[in-house]
């Protein structure tokens, strides 16, 4: 569903990725882990179009992401990217709920300016997304009223609203209290079982032990290696990765 | 030695405190100060000044005129020389009295109003009130044709009076001579009055324009002095009368195409003034305060109005110039930055100049109303552009890629993400520039607009009560805007307890 085919991107001077390839299929949970600053980040933004890249080839569900000048897009490769993050939901570190909408208007903004779907059914919808998450009570709070894990779980309901085909999840729960991790975790859990295509940045080692299909360790921008998660786990190919983990698992 | 410090220093504060006590007395007349200065300051406004004292074309940092010869002959019959003070016409008597110049000699008519605040000399001349109209003019064909018709004038000049007297004239006050005939020959005004030398200067040479009718009113030009310089007033009647006992203002006249027949009578006047021919009206003068307050309180309306207006204009244009140099394109953007910072660099009473009398000679004549709004308007916009920029750059990066993640345009984005968040921040800067804006409001006096503080100018500059109706105009503005600033405030906490 997803094809990335040696992609270059550098920022700034800076040489980020020198050659990319990665192929992720329908209904595969891919998790990506690795050290801060490695890349997988960037990596899942450059896939629905918030990053530019400069060379090489992302293709989503059969459309080609436009390579382009940042400065003076053209409307037409906008309009291209546009159509790209229609299928994907985008879950981000730091929630980014919109502050001045009730947890409603968060969930219901898109479908209704976006696909200009009826109203009415569309806050059906959002109503039976929020219980699904356990928090329909709150439909008509601000987003400063809720938990980091409230807010979150509202941010998942949001990108679901527009029934996207894979979900990116950016470091979902690294601003979270250590006691909210779980929720979050849970409600992406549930919908790796509903067999929703899945790909997640994350630190959460146990977590991406138990839900992914296959794991992805970045490096400095390259991909150090990829395999089953019993396989990264137990007897990974590279020094790199094996000094990786012994550190992340010791503490 | 040393003790005797204290007594020698106490010694010279005493002849200092003596010494200014006596300064006053010791001083005797300002007549004795002119001469040992070695100079006249005769106050008079060369702004538009012609033919009475403008600067000379041919050398504009010298300043000619028949007043400006008047001056020298009386200087140089004082012993002294001639130097002129600047001020605005409508202030030449405040500042007579505040001690700003010697004399006063600038077309000041000889009015009661005016002879209870300062001395006058005799007449150095009649004038008449002319009526200028537009070439084509048919319908209007002297004074009694004014009825209903916009007639311009000078601030505080008699003419202005006879046409608020005549009533149902619809008066436009001006602060300068040149600016009425400028609005009449582009069709702004119907008709102007003013003193037959101005416009012999200004309405007979220009080939859009035409007397109407045989002058009106009689009235006298005299030099003010403040009312302790009895002294400096007959020695100036002195110097005024072997002037046109010898022929030499007369020369002066004729040289400045002035000279009638009417001036002929000067040489009589002596006698009547003497015998102190005007009698003062003490009643307008002393009339109660709260009988300007109607005046003023319409003024007050017209200056709500015009800010308004002028900041709905503000908000508005504002928001799109943030909009297009934020999300625009090149050179779109380019433009809207560049008209912000043209507004916000340049002085907004030259940008209403422009506005008012500049388009007229592209072919563009604006009423007061709307050059009032686009001047006011398009000046703030620039600010609110800022405002919003900030309140943009102040919402985080996370939001408009959330928006963008979701499938929303950019413009969806910005119209239902970005601008509502961006607005609360910026609110609080909005509403302290309406209370900027509408105390700015009062630069557009200088384009014909009678709002509150033009309305002061009028009434104090033709009952000379410029602190009381200063006061009153004042307290005015502070009611009107200290309520902003409380809603402002409240704004600025509301906002700090709330994200929303």
Known sequence: MIRVRDLHKHYEGHQLFKGINLDIGKGEVVVFIGPSGSGKSTFLRCINGLEYFQQGQIIVDDIELPSIDRLRPETKDLETIRKVRLKLGMVFQQFNLFPHMTVLENIIEAPIQVLNTDRAATIQNALSLLRRINIEQKAGSYPEELSGGEQQRVAIARALAMKPEAMLFDEPTSSLDPEMVGEVLSVIKDLVNEGMTTLIATHEMSFAREVADRVVVFDSGDILETGPPEEIFTSPKTERTRIFLSRVLKQ | ?500
Request: hydrophobic share 45%; glycine share 8%.
């Open chain 2, 1 to 500: 030695m040393m003790k005797n410090i204290p007594r020698v220093l106490s010694l010279f504060i005493s002849l200092a405190v003596l010494l200014l006590w006596a300064a006053p007395f010791a001083s005797a007349s300002s007549l004795e100060k002119i001469r040992q200065r070695g100079y006249l300051l005769w106050g008079s406004d060369a702004e538009g000044g012609a033919p009475y004292i403008f600067p000379d074309p041919k050398d504009p940092s010298k300043l000619i005129g028949f007043e400006v010869e008047l001056a020298d002959e009386i200087a140089r019959e004082l012993g002294v020389t001639a130097k002129q003070a600047q001020n605005a016409w409508d202030s030449l008597i405040p500042a007579l009295m505040r001690g700003d110049s010697d004399i006063a000699m600038n077309g000041i008519e000889i009015t009661p109003q005016r002879e209870k605040e300062v001395l006058f000399s005799l007449p150095y001349y009649i004038y008449t009130e002319q009526l200028v109209v537009k070439k084509d003019e048919t319908s209007i064909k002297g004074v009694d044709d004014l009825k209903g018709k916009k007639v311009g004038t000078l601030s505080g000049t008699v003419a202005q009076d006879i046409l608020m007297n005549m009533g149902g004239v619809d008066v436009k006050i001006y602060s300068g001579q040149v600016e009425p005939y400028e609005d009449l020959a582009i069709g702004r005004l119907d008709a102007v009055l003013l003193d037959l030398p101005i416009a012999a200067y200004y309405g007979k040479p220009n080939p859009k324009l035409k007397y109407a009718g045989l002058p009106v009113g009689e009235g006298f030009y005299g030099i003010a002095v403040r009312k302790e310089d009895r002294e400096l007033k007959e020695r100036i009647d002195e110097v005024l009368s072997r002037l046109v006992s010898t022929g030499r203002l007369k020369d002066i006249y004729v040289k400045w195409d002035l000279w009638n027949e009417k001036q002929a009578k000067l040489a009589g006047l002596e006698k009547l003034f003497q015998e102190k021919g005007y009698v003062s009206l003490e009643e307008s003068k002393k009339a109660p305060i709260y009988t300007f307050f109607p005046a003023l309180l319409k003024g007050a309306g017209i200056t709500v109005f015009i800010s308004v207006i002028s900041m709905a204009l503000a908000v508005t244009l504002g928001l799109v110039l943030t909009v297009i140099r934020l999300y625009g394109r090149p050179p779109l953007s380019n433009i809207a930055t560049g008209y912000i910072e043209i507004y916000r660099g340049t002085p907004l009473l030259i940008q209403l100049y422009i506005l008012y009398y500049g388009l007229p000679n592209i072919g563009i004549s604006l009423n007061p109303l709307t050059a009032a709004f686009l001047g006011l308007g398009m000046n703030y916009a620039a600010y609110e552009a800022e405002l919003y920029r900030a309140g943009i750059s102040a919402v985080p990066k996370g939001q408009m890629e959330a928006a963008l993640s979701l499938g929303m345009t950019r413009g969806i984005a910005v119209r239902r993400v970005i601008l509502p968040q961006a607005f609360r921040i910026a609110l609080p800067g909005v509403t302290n520039d309406f209370i900027a804006l509408f105390k700015d409001s009062s630069l557009v006096s200088v384009i014909a607009m009678v709002e509150l503080t033009k309305t002061y100018g009028i009434l104090a500059a033709s009952t000379l009560r410029f602190f009381e109706l200063g006061l009153i105009a004042a307290l005015l503005y502070f009611a009107m805007s200290y309520p902003l600033s409380l809603l402002a405030r409240g704004l600025e906490d509301k906002l700090k307890r709330s994200k929303r």
